[in-house]
C-alpha cells in the first residue's frame, strides 16, 4: 500500500489534498512484480505515481529510494512537484544533495544519468526502490547497470522498481 501523503491546498486554503489513486495508478502501485512500468500520453499521471510509489518505504530509517531522469533540467520538474506533497509528511529537503529525508530517516533521492558514462557514478550504491522517469530517454546498459544498484541487505525492504515512459 503506498502513503497517503496530505499537503496544505494553498489555491484553496481549505485542509490537506490527499492523494487518491486513479484505478490505473492503483493497479501499478499493486502490482507484485520486480519491475513494472507505467506506460501513456502525457498528463496521465505516470510521474505522481512515481512520487508516490518512492514514500511506501519512508517510515523504515535505512530506507533509500532514488527517482532518475536522463538530464538534470528534466529532473527539475519532477522535484518541483515534490515540493508540492512531500512536506506536508515532515519531510525535509536538501536542495545540495538533491534528498528527501523523511522524520524516520528514510531517503527519496533525485538523480539524474545524462552519458553513457555517468552510470558509473552510483557504482555500489544501495537502493531498495529504483524508479526511472521517461525510460525511454536512457540507454539499455544505463537501465542495466543503474539495476544492478537496486537491491536491498535490510530483510523488511524488498528491492523493486519502476518506470513511466509515453509510447
Request: hydrophobic letters at 30%; aromatic letters at 14%; one cysteine or more.
Amino acid at each position: 500500500m503506498v502513503a497517503v501523503l496530505d499537503r496544505p491546498n494553498a489555491a484553496t486554503s481549505q485542509g490537506p489534498t490527499v492523494y487518491r489513486p486513479q484505478p490505473r495508478q492503483e493497479g501499478w502501485h499493486a502490482c507484485p512484480a520486480y519491475e513494472a512500468g507505467f506506460g501513456g500520453a502525457k498528463f496521465g499521471g505516470k510521474s505522481l505515481a512515481l512520487l508516490m510509489e518512492a514514500t511506501r518505504y519512508t517510515w523504515h530509517p535505512q530506507y533509500r529510494g532514488v527517482i532518475f531522469r536522463r538530464t538534470y533540467p528534466r529532473l527539475t520538474e519532477l522535484m518541483d512537484r515534490a515540493h508540492q506533497w512531500y512536506p506536508g509528511t515532515g519531510a525535509k529537503w536538501n536542495g545540495d544533495t538533491h534528498t528527501w529525508t523523511f522524520p524516520s530517516g528514510g531517503k527519496v533521492l533525485f538523480r539524474h544519468c545524462t552519458s553513457e558514462e555517468s552510470k558509473r557514478d552510483y557504482q555500489g550504491h544501495e537502493y531498495q526502490f529504483m524508479a526511472f522517469d521517461q525510460l525511454e530517454e536512457f540507454t539499455q546498459t544505463q537501465y542495466t547497470y543503474l539495476l544492478a544498484q537496486n537491491r536491498s541487505g535490510v530483510p523488511e525492504l524488498e528491492a523493486y522498481t519502476r518506470s513511466s515512459f509515453n509510447p
